[in-house]
């Protein structure tokens, strides 16, 4: 579906970029509505060189990082499924039902093949690739990224065994939703947009390929917008908003504000991993 429609971005999301307000560090219930309770001293650590080139990062950046308790992807994995227990919730780009991470193959717009990615997965908004690849570890790998046989690997293997800040950009809760497996596959590294026409390549999902982009469902791309949004600003220097992107993130953030879900998401991630996502209000 492509939509010329343009909106103003709102002034609450103006105000989320003016420093003092991000730099309040308080107690934990703070928290909920600001970026990080830690300061982001560190850089990587002496054996992760900095961030390689990335595309140019536009926006006022916070002096924070996100997920201060830098839980890794594996622990994020099991908070979050503690999150979603006990009720039902849709996954992000079929909008297929599913409850105490069973899903509810009637009515979804796929159907279970018995694929082997026919199940729930935790899809990372900001692909793993976007962020991890601007890290040095990532393209050249690192003294450590050695296997059992002598042989050197780079990527995200390396990056994950190597950078302590790639593993809580991996495990940064913010960042994932829940996903049938075959659709995140399908998403893969591929950035997001408007794509013309209507093509819809699986079932009948809304949920639109073409090339190197995908088109999300109109109802959670403000909540795929709040996650670049967030990630842009809690891990400055990779480039993940560009001048380019951004207008586009922006309007969806607006166009598509937060459910009640996901400021309670919000609020149980806070208190799990130490720093909300300031664009959910
Ligand atoms: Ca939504």
């Not at 093949?113 to 601007?134: K, M, S, T």
């Not at 995908?214 to 400055?236: K, N, Q």
Request: charge should be positive; charged fraction near 25%.
């Amino acid at each position: 579906m492509r939509s010329n429609h343009t909106r103003p971005i709102c002034s609450r999301d103006r105000a989320l970029h003016t420093a003092p307000r991000w730099m309040i560090v308080g107690a934990a219930l703070a928290c909920v509505s600001q970026m990080s309770c830690r300061p982001a001293t560190a850089q990587d650590p002496p054996s992760e060189p900095a961030a390689t080139k990335a595309p140019a990062a536009v926006g006022k950046q916070s002096a924070f990082e996100g997920n201060p308790s830098k839980i890794d992807f594996s622990r994020g994995k099991k908070h979050l499924r503690g999150m979603y227990r006990g009720a039902r919730h849709e996954t992000v780009y079929a909008g297929c039902s599913f409850r105490d991470w069973t899903l509810d193959w009637t009515g979804c717009c796929i159907a279970n093949r018995g694929h082997v990615r026919d199940r729930l997965e935790w899809e990372h908004v900001v692909p793993a690739a976007a962020f991890g690849r601007p890290l040095l570890v990532w393209k050249k790998g690192h003294a450590k990224c050695v296997n059992s046989r002598g042989k050197t690997y780079r990527g995200r293997r390396c990056a994950k065994k190597t950078s302590e800040r790639f593993r809580r950009m991996e495990g940064d809760m913010h960042n994932l939703l829940p996903s049938i497996g075959r659709l995140n596959q399908a998403r893969g590294h591929r950035a997001m947009g408007l794509i013309t026409g209507e093509r819809r390549p699986h079932g009948t999902c809304d949920f639109e390929l073409d090339g190197p982009m995908v088109e999300p469902r109109p109802a959670v791309r403000g909540d795929i917008a709040r996650a670049y949004l967030y990630m842009h600003d809690a891990y400055p220097g990779l480039g993940i908003l560009t001048e380019a992107t951004r207008p586009m993130w922006s309007r969806w953030h607006a166009e598509d504000p937060p459910s009640a879900w996901e400021k309670k998401r919000n609020e149980l991630i806070s208190a799990e991993q130490g720093n909300g996502n300031p664009y959910i209000q």
